[in-house]
């Protein structure tokens, strides 16, 4: 304590100007979102060490460090939208406004238009932010352009901005739930297959889920740990995988004795529910190899490991870049039973066909079932991706069939729901099967509900599509294939 006295203040009229006052949370939020428009960055990789560092160097607390956490992923979450409101409220295009002023301006977008923060406070915390991070110039402009879009609260200007819901509905939808419109399209030809447009109801719920951040869940690695052990501070058992646990008050899992020590890790129980269905899925002779052939980062590896262990069956992880490979070594770490990880391509498979009993393939994918953990991602994306993933996706699914023993059982797997990503490439893979070497030996599409059992809404099969509004889990899809009972 310094118990020196302290001048009196006095305000005198020969007082310098202000500097600009400095917002540590609002600072932070900047240098986050400057990170992700300039170096592509993830939000969610991109925040944990500036907050960490704020925590030390500012004093940042808990609530300073969930406000800049809302700031971030709102503002990233929402951007098309402010980017549309932003467009209306200056006078130059979208394209004329220099990045830099573009993260600031959206940033105060989000504040007024997605946020309870004061109108007064919002804009005049991002005009002081303005004014030391870009200068006075340009925080005249965001003042004025703040001042233009707070005369009008997001309902209002999606009203004013966005088409007759009945005339376009894609581009309501797009507006008012921040995707891009190709996204709506591609979601509601997941949700509805066939074109129809009849679910306003399913996909408006899909795209609110998309906005909401999922909460924390996490796996209880059979055989090293019991959900019991992580039902902890309101925890909840999981709603359909009896592995899962959901925080849903929230808490830091590293907190956890059982995360820490690898007995237990964060899963999204719709990675849980597809892991656990190849394991399921009935299996006639010998169960005793198995591999997962896109296995990093490593959580259904994980999981899969110790599933085997608890069969007697051995898994091998395969993951081509070499440091997932190493991240998948890290989860796989003192399990038990036995298990391998290698870097290597599954396309050119260093294992003769027909060595295992079951496989799965999570192949690289859009991610656009995933995108309440990256509010950044669907902006990202483009439908040129599709095209970029087809063919990899087919050749792991091919080399999968190959890989697996006849009458062993494939699953394909993605975190996407789009249908070229899913049936489509399922689809034509069956549809070349059996035709020569170079396509995939001869496989039956076998039905996969009956390996989620409890799981409401699986649709007519034989493959499910799990939903984020339906189930609270990410947009996982999964088919399963019995590779045909005959020598090839
Ligand atoms: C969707 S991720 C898998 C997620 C993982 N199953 C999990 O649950 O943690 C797809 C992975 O496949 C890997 N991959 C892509 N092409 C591959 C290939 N030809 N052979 C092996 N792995 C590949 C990617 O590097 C990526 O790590």
Request: proline content about 10%.
């Amino acid at each position: 304590m310094n118990d020196r006295p302290r001048p009196a203040r006095s305000r005198r009229p020969d007082r310098p100007p202000r500097r600009p006052r400095r917002d540590p949370v609002r600072l932070l939020a900047f240098e986050a979102l400057r990170a992700v428009d300039e170096r592509d960055a993830y939000a969610n990789l991109v925040l944990p060490p500036l907050l960490a560092r704020a925590r030390r160097s500012e004093g940042l607390d808990d609530r300073d460090a969930a406000l800049a956490t809302e700031l971030v992923y709102g503002t990233l979450r929402r951007q098309g939208t402010y980017d549309a409101v932003i467009g209306a409220c200056a006078d130059r295009p979208l394209r004329g406004i220099d990045p830099p002023v573009l993260d600031v301006l959206s940033l105060g977008a989000h504040q007024l238009l997605g946020t309870r923060i004061p109108r007064h406070a919002a804009v005049s915390s991002t005009v002081e932010l303005a004014r030391m991070v870009l200068g006075e110039g340009p925080a005249k402009f965001v003042n004025a352009v703040l001042r233009r879009i707070s005369a009008r609260d997001l309902e209002e200007w999606i009203d004013h901005l966005a088409p007759p819901a009945d005339r376009d509905p894609e581009e309501y939808l797009a507006l008012r739930h921040a995707h891009p419109r190709w996204v709506v399209s591609a979601l509601w030809d997941a949700l509805e297959p066939g074109g129809r447009r009849t679910d306003r109801e399913g996909i408006e719920a899909l795209l609110i889920a998309d906005n909401e951040r999922p909460e924390v869940t996490l796996v209880a690695r059979p055989g090293r740990s019991e959900p019991e052990e992580l039902l902890v501070g309101g925890a909840l058992p999981g709603r359909w995988s009896p592995h899962a646990v959901r925080l849903v008050e929230g808490g830091d899992p590293g907190a956890l004795p059982a995360v820490r020590e690898g007995r237990a890790g964060v899963q999204d129980e719709g990675s849980q529910l597809v892991a656990a269905a190849l394991v399921a899925a009935p299996l006639e002779g010998p169960d005793t190899r198995w591999l997962d052939g896109c296995a990093g980062p490593g959580g259904k590896a994980a999981l899969l490991a110790a599933l085997a262990a608890g069969r007697g069956a051995g898994l091998l992880a395969v993951e081509r870049r070499p440091h997932r490979a190493r991240l998948v070594a890290g989860v796989l770490e003192g399990a038990p039973g036995v298990q391998l990880t290698v870097a290597a391509d599954t396309t050119r498979p260093a294992w003769r066909p027909a060595s295992f009993d079951r496989v799965l393939v999570d192949v690289p994918c859009t991610g656009l079932g995933a995108l309440r953990r990256r509010p950044e991602a669907r902006w990202r994306r483009r439908p040129e991706d599709l095209e970029r993933f087809a063919p990899l996706q087919r050749a792991l699914l091919r080399e999968a069939l190959w890989a697996v023993r006849p009458g062993g059982v494939v699953a394909y797997a993605t975190c996407s729901p789009h249908p070229a990503e899913t049936r489509a490439v399922v689809e034509d893979v069956l549809a070349e099967a059996g035709t020569g070497p170079a396509a995939a030996p001869a496989a039956e599409w076998i039905d996969a509900r009956p390996t989620m059992p409890g799981v409401p809404h699986l649709g007519a099969g034989p493959d499910v599509q799990l939903w984020p509004h339906l189930h609270g889990t990410d947009a996982m899809y999964l088919a399963l294939l019995r590779r045909a009972d005959r020598a090839l």
